[in-house]
């Protein structure tokens, strides 16, 4: 099998499984919480808070209709599942000084449905 096919197929299984682990109607639902601040979709832009399309990959600070705290433009992140995760939980212990104003989330449950959401955005 050529080598470009077996890692495209070795890619496309490891997002199917990251989606996998978490419920993308109830992350959907878990989103309510974020959406007073964040946005997703066609139509996505920074309000009080980043617009998160296309979040998984991105460096932090990297959207240019959104005005980044220093500590986050300076935090060297890429957002991955474990990066948001961490983020998640305890933002101002990923990033002390960031602008969220958001206490984190305990349940890795919720955490996992809310990646499945965001996954849905790429």
């Not at 995760?85 to 104003?101: Q, S, T």
């Amino acid at each position: 099998m050529n080598k470009q096919i077996l890692l495209a197929l070795v890619l496309m299984l490891g997002s199917f499984n990251a989606n996998a682990a978490g419920d993308v109607l109830a992350g959907k639902t878990a989103f309510a919480r974020c959406a007073s601040c964040h946005q997703v979709g066609a139509s996505a832009r920074g309000g009080f808070g980043p617009q998160l399309n296309a979040l998984f990959g991105r460096p932090a600070a990297a959207t240019k209709d959104y005005k980044y705290s220093a500590a986050m433009k300076n935090s060297r992140i890429v957002w991955s599942e474990p990066t948001l995760r961490a983020f998640l939980k305890a933002p101002d212990d990923v990033v002390p000084g960031n602008k969220m104003r958001f206490f984190g989330i305990g349940g890795d449950k919720q955490i996992d449905n809310l990646l499945a959401y965001l996954h849905t955005f790429e």
